[in-house]
């Protein structure tokens, strides 16, 4: 099982694990530039929970994911 870790600011991870995120985006983006699938979301589910109602910030958390 994997642990919950909240990411609310950037003291919250490691400049490692920050270096790391920034890597994946790049070839997760070169992969998607070239037009080749991946999997890396495959079998997980993605929640969104607010306490007020905001279409804006929906959708654009909706296109996000």
Do not use: W, Y
């Amino acid at each position: 099982m994997m642990s919950v870790r909240h990411f609310l600011t950037l003291l919250d991870i490691t400049p490692s694990e920050a270096t790391g995120i920034l890597n994946r985006a790049m070839v997760l983006k070169a992969k998607q530039k070239a037009g080749e699938p991946h999997h890396t979301l495959a079998g997980k589910a993605l929640a969104m929970i607010f306490d007020k109602a905001s279409t804006r910030t929906r959708v654009s958390f909706e296109t996000g994911m």
